[in-house]
């Protein structure tokens, strides 16, 4: 019998592991993951999870009975040390060997944590990646102290954390080492939108603020910045980027560059070996370009591709890239990639609440659109760039005119 070996029970992993199995494959597979818990939606820890409350919040990606009915086994709680490729197998941190005959790589990334001057000493500081770290904020946020809360990095989980933890009550700071919030992914319209949300909010945001270390007492800690501002925390979270978990790849000898490589088939160098989603680094055929992208559309998709692949079908990955963003009452959606576009069309709808798009365009071809509270121009904008048709944008910013395709 042969055995499928999946690295990683997350988006891309358990995603990958059903696909498997519709798409025909009769053999053994296992996946495993050190995260002990049954595998779960990662966006909600930021959103929903953080505010739910305690102990009444489960999201599963599949029930257990699920894993057991596909014929998927699970190896939770416990590490993959080492791929040895000569002798196809993987093994444990407990010493166990597990043979392969396919193996797939779905290790995603970690967080960054910045060795920061005081770090070890400093007092309830966490970063958002898993449920634990989530469960660590809300337990340390009920204690007598606790909040004062200081969000390192204003990108989207530094937000989205900032939101939510604002919704509980928390008094909050988000230090941004750019000019901007959000200046790694999005336009500067974008991010003095979200600056703008988060002050209504009361959450002081304050650009420009490099941190350069920790000084912590009995009750609290004080993060200093380089500028010689000193803020005053009870909980401190980090959100400043990740490191994709490349290293079992890199170790065994397979190609890697700003993530694994991998074909359009989601293949690495080595014919047996497969990767997906977060960790992966690949070419868009859309977009002509080679990508790393952090988002569950990525992860899922690039899963089934291999999935495919692994039974001997013809897939290639060539999805449109989206994503999505929860803060307060704002709905974020973002398809495709604007990054090369020379022209920028905003379109406001009439009406209070906030609700827009900004379409981006390199000459007459459109990149991607950023909707909010839009999901109307989020789907309209899908169609049109997966079609490729030309836009009217004089009709596109004018809002009188409504937005439908036949319009445009
Ligand atoms: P991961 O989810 O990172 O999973 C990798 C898994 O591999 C982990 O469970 C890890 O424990 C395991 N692993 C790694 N190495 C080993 C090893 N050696 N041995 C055993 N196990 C190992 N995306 C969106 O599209 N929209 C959102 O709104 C959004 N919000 C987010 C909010 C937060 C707080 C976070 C953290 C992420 C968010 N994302 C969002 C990103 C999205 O969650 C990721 O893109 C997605 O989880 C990637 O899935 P993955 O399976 O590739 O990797």
Redesign the pocket.
């Known amino acids: 019998e042969h055995v499928c070996l999946i690295?990683?029970?997350?988006?891309?992993?358990?995603?990958c592991a059903f696909e498997l199995r519709r798409q025909g494959w009769t053999g053994g597979i296992v996946l495993?993951?050190?995260?002990p818990q049954l595998?779960y939606?990662?966006?909600?820890?930021?959103?929903t999870y953080l505010t739910s409350e305690e102990g009444s919040y489960h999201n599963p990606l599949r029930a257990v009975d699920n894993y057991e009915r596909e014929g998927i086994e699970l190896r939770l709680g416990?590490?993959?040390?080492s791929i040895d490729r000569d002798r196809s197998l993987i093994v444990?941190?407990n010493g166990e060997e597990l043979a392969y005959d396919k193996l797939v790589?779905?290790?995603?990334?970690?967080?960054l944590i910045p060795p920061f001057p005081g770090l070890e000493s400093a007092r309830h500081v966490f970063s958002?990646?898993?449920a634990a770290?989530?469960a660590g904020i809300r337990a340390a946020l009920s204690e007598d102290h606790g909040k004062r809360v200081v969000v390192i990095g204003g990108g989207?989980?530094g937000l989205?954390?900032a939101a939510s933890l604002r919704k509980l009550g928390a008094e909050v700071t988000v230090l941004e080492r750019e000019e901007r919030v959000l200046a790694r992914v999005t336009t500067p319209g974008m991010s003095a939108f979200f600056e703008q949300l988060h002050a209504d909010h009361g959450v002081k945001i304050l650009t420009g603020k490099t941190v350069s270390g920790f000084q912590t007492n009995a009750t609290h800690t004080i993060v200093r910045c380089a500028d010689g501002d000193e803020l005053v925390a009870d909980v401190i979270v980090i959100?400043v980027g990740?490191r994709v978990?490349v290293?079992?790849a890199q170790r065994a000898g397979l190609e890697v560059s700003n993530g694994i490589c991998v074909n359009g088939s989601a293949r690495t160098s080595d014919e047996n070996i497969y990767a997906?989603?977060?960790?992966?680094y690949h070419h868009n055929p859309r977009y002509d370009r080679f990508v790393r992208?952090?988002?569950?559309?990525?992860?899922?998709d690039?899963?089934k591709v291999a999935a495919a692949a692994l039974v001997g079908k013809v897939a290639i990955y060539d999805a449109i890239p989206?994503?999505?963003?929860?803060q307060y009452d704002v709905k974020l959606q973002i398809v495709g990639l604007s990054e090369g576009h020379d022209r920028a069309v905003v379109r406001k709808e009439v009406g209070e609440a906030p609700k827009f798009s900004i379409w981006y365009f390199a000459g007459d071809t459109l990149l991607a659109v950023d909707a909010v509270n839009n999901a109307k121009a989020y789907v309209i904008g899908t169609k049109f760039i997966q079609s490729g048709a030309l836009i009217d944008r004089d009709k596109l910013a004018d809002p009188t005119v409504p937005l439908r395709p036949a319009n445009l």
């Open positions: 690295v990683g029970a997350s988006h891309a992993g358990v995603g495993i993951d050190r995260d595998p939606h990662r966006p909600p820890l930021s959103k416990v590490s993959v040390a444990l941190d790589l779905a290790t995603g990334a970690r967080p958002l990646r898993t770290d989530v989207y989980i989205e954390t959100g990740i978990n290293e079992l997906i989603g977060d960790c992966t992208l952090e988002s569950v559309q990525n992860a899922v690039q899963g989206w994503f999505w963003s929860d």
